[in-house]
């Protein structure tokens, strides 16, 4: 499924997928599944912050911002929940954190894609202060790095001169004085040599004389090197070289070490100690002359060509207070709650809430404890609460959606909570309702995370609650602007009109829905007093004048009427009289059609739109009465010829294509040559008249 997710999520960051079906795969992630624990839920949630990391900053723009707030309201309630695995508790977090952040990731670096080798001896410079040379195209480095006994580092050019015959160390020559024996790779030569290595040893210091470079030599290696210069002293004697290269003083048997020796410095006055001991190549200037590799088990000593940048130490920061702790701010919360239900001075509480300091993170979950604090406080002290919410809000201390994520925090309490609190849901829907008034949040945002009947009936009665501290045209008004689909917010087995008018009409809230309660009293009074006067002076009494020219209720009045006359003329017949009424029955339906014909237009005349509701208020009629053999054309001819709908309107529901009203199709079949009859009719007359 993560595949899948991240498949669509590309496509709709390439514009391939339409923001319409984005959102309703993230809404499928999002809601709670029937028979799910929320702790089985973990799979859809890191799909869905998968595909909010990849299409976000897509969706995330000013006209879709109240879907997004929705969206991460709930991921932040889901954050806190504790019944989730932290790493989806983590996932949650870092995609909410991610589009604070304007959508750009935490750990995004330029130049974390591949370096050259240029690059990392740069960057060994600047954080190291090492530097590693270039590797020449002769070395040959596998053979050397096999062979611990022999230097690290070799000429490309092939050692010559009388060094190939005695193996000379580096800075020692074939005597001193006149007459000795030097050739270009002797140090004594050194301003003279090309190749910048002593027979393949490295040296960084300025040749010195002979007697002051032995002396130092051998002060340097004693007690470390041994068997060299044991065998140094076995030379001497063979070759009967000078006295002064051989060794004072005899070596006993126990000293001699058959291990290579350390590697030294020439004078440890001249180069600094390094100070980041780490092995790695150093250019040969700053090359240490060694005789073969150190003894087993001890590092190294490298030496650099400068000294090391000092290490720089971080100032030491201020001595700033962290930010309290969790239960430390929730102690602190439920101190200024109850110190304000004592005293009722709003500003010591907002002042206290300032005070407090508390980390955006924490609001929501602040929010809620103020909540549940006042739950089962008397309903003047509720009343209190939410006026500190208000005025907090007003400070810019929280905002609208840290309310509306404390709100989904407490629901998610409820099961909790009604054990010691029952009526907890009316408490809440208190809040809500005071909330909506504030407009803290508005009736979508309230209605989103409630469809389908969760936790319901609370929706029910936080409209309820609404109704009461203000007025039923301002709720209904609000709620009509707010587009909210109030069979959803029912459970799905409940989900149908009369289901819903019943329910409402139990809630007391029927006044939401004025048509579909004027659907079932009109007939009654059509039935009861018939005359067009007494209809005429009920709707006027009964019905807001803003409705007169809604379309809605052009259609109930349409199929009102219709209703009683079909009543009228087939009450004790059976199915045959539908498709063959009588000639009595045939003007029975046209005097009462007769009779109507005031209040219809009234209502219809001059507004096509309105005439062309009342022809497909006819055409659902005969759909349900199964289209009897007729019916439809009958009507269209009386309301023609009563004047009660004008050609224009016939012709515009001809042309409409709309699919919101059955049976369309088969009206047409039954109407359509009489249409077409009208459409030339209409025609001539325009001709004649331009004659």
């Given at each position: 499924m993560l595949g899948n997710i991240k498949f669509i999520g590309e496509l709709g960051k390439l514009d391939l997928i339409h923001e319409s079906i984005l959102h309703k795969c993230i809404k499928t992630?999002?809601?709670?599944?029937?028979?799910?624990?929320?702790?089985?839920?973990?799979?859809?949630?890191?799909?869905?912050?998968?595909?909010?990391?990849?299409?976000?900053?897509?969706?995330?723009?000013?006209?879709?911002?109240?879907?997004?707030?929705?969206?991460?309201?709930?991921?932040?309630?889901?954050?806190?929940?504790?019944?989730?695995?932290?790493?989806?508790?983590?996932?949650?977090?870092d995609t909410v954190e991610l589009r604070e952040n304007n959508w750009v990731p935490r750990k995004a670096f330029i130049d974390n894609g591949p370096k050259t080798i240029n690059q990392i001896r740069q960057d060994a410079v600047k954080d190291l202060g090492v530097f590693i040379p270039a590797m020449t195209s002769g070395m040959r480095t596998d053979f050397f790095q096999d062979n611990p006994f022999l230097p690290t580092r070799m000429s490309r050019e092939t050692l010559g001169g009388l060094a190939d015959m005695f193996g000379q160390m580096p800075g020692s020559g074939i005597g001193t004085g006149p007459g000795v024996i030097q050739d270009r790779y002797s140090p004594t030569m050194g301003r003279h040599r090309v190749n910048p290595l002593f027979n393949g040893h490295g040296g960084h210091m300025a040749p010195a004389s002979q007697s002051q470079f032995d002396k130092s030599f051998m002060k340097t290696n004693q007690g470390q090197n041994l068997l060299f210069q044991n065998q140094t002293q076995q030379q001497a004697q063979s070759k009967d070289m000078p006295p002064r290269f051989s060794k004072k003083g005899q070596l006993n048997a126990d000293e001699i070490s058959l291990r290579p020796a350390q590697s030294f410095l020439l004078n440890k006055t001249q180069v600094p100690k390094l100070q980041p001991q780490i092995p790695t190549m150093i250019p040969p200037s700053a090359q240490p002359p060694r005789t073969s590799t150190p003894p087993l088990g001890q590092p190294p000593q490298l030496g650099l060509k400068t000294n090391p940048p000092p290490i720089q130490e971080k100032p030491q920061k201020t001595n700033k207070k962290p930010p309290p702790a969790k239960e430390e701010l929730l102690k602190m919360t439920e101190t200024v709650m109850n110190e304000y239900l004592n005293s009722k001075n709003i500003g010591d509480a907002v002042n206290g809430v300032r005070e407090m300091k508390a980390p955006k993170h924490f609001l929501p979950e602040m929010l809620s404890k103020i909540i549940v604090c006042s739950l089962d406080c008397p309903d003047g002290d509720k009343?209190?609460?939410?006026?500190?919410?208000?005025?907090?809000?007003?400070?810019?201390?929280?905002?609208?959606e840290n309310f509306m994520q404390a709100f989904l925090n407490v629901l998610d309490q409820c099961p909790k909570l009604e054990g010691d609190i029952p009526l907890v849901k009316s408490y809440l829907a208190q809040f809500a309702a005071r909330a909506i008034i504030a407009e803290l949040m508005s009736i979508a945002d309230l209605a989103h995370p409630l469809e389908n009947g969760t936790h319901f009936p609370l929706f029910l009665l936080c409209l309820q609650q609404t109704a009461k501290l203000r007025d039923k045209e301002w709720l209904t008004d609000l709620f009509q602007q707010s587009k909210v689909n109030m069979q959803k917010m029912l459970p799905e087995i409940d989900q149908n009109k009369d289901r819903m008018l019943e329910i409402l009409e139990g809630k007391g809230l029927s006044f939401l829905f004025p048509l579909m309660k004027l659907e079932k009293e009109l007939l009654k009074q059509i039935k009861a007093d018939p005359a067009p006067q007494s209809i005429y002076k009920w709707i006027k009494d009964n019905i807001s004048p803003k409705l007169h020219t809604d379309k809605g209720f052009v259609?109930?009045?349409?199929?009102?009427?219709?209703?009683?006359?079909f009543q009228e003329m087939y009450s004790n017949d059976g199915d045959d009289q539908l498709s063959a009424p009588s000639k009595e029955q045939l003007d029975q339906e046209k005097q009462l059609l007769l009779a109507f014909k005031p209040v219809m237009q009234k209502f219809l005349h001059d507004h096509v739109d309105l005439q062309v509701s009342a022809l497909y208020a006819l055409q659902v009629h005969c759909n349900t009465k199964a289209f009897p053999k007729g019916m439809l054309l009958r009507y269209f001819v009386n309301f023609y010829d009563m004047e009660i709908i004008e050609e224009e309107a016939f012709l515009a529901w001809k042309e409409d294509i709309t699919q919101e009203f059955p049976g369309k199709g088969k009206a047409l079949f039954q109407v359509n040559q009489w249409l077409t009859w009208l459409e030339t009719a209409e025609e001539e007359e325009s001709e004649e008249e331009a004659d």
């Open positions: 992630l999002l809601e709670k599944k029937k028979r799910i624990q929320l702790k089985d839920m973990g799979e859809d949630l890191e799909c869905l912050c998968q595909i909010m990391r990849t299409v976000g900053p897509r969706l995330d723009h000013e006209k879709a911002k109240s879907l997004m707030d929705q969206y991460f309201g709930r991921m932040r309630s889901l954050m806190n929940n504790k019944d989730l695995p932290a790493r989806i508790r983590f996932l949650l977090q009343e209190h609460v939410s006026s500190l919410i208000h005025a907090l809000r007003t400070e810019g201390l929280i905002t609208g259609n109930i009045l349409m199929t009102s009427f219709l209703q009683y006359i």
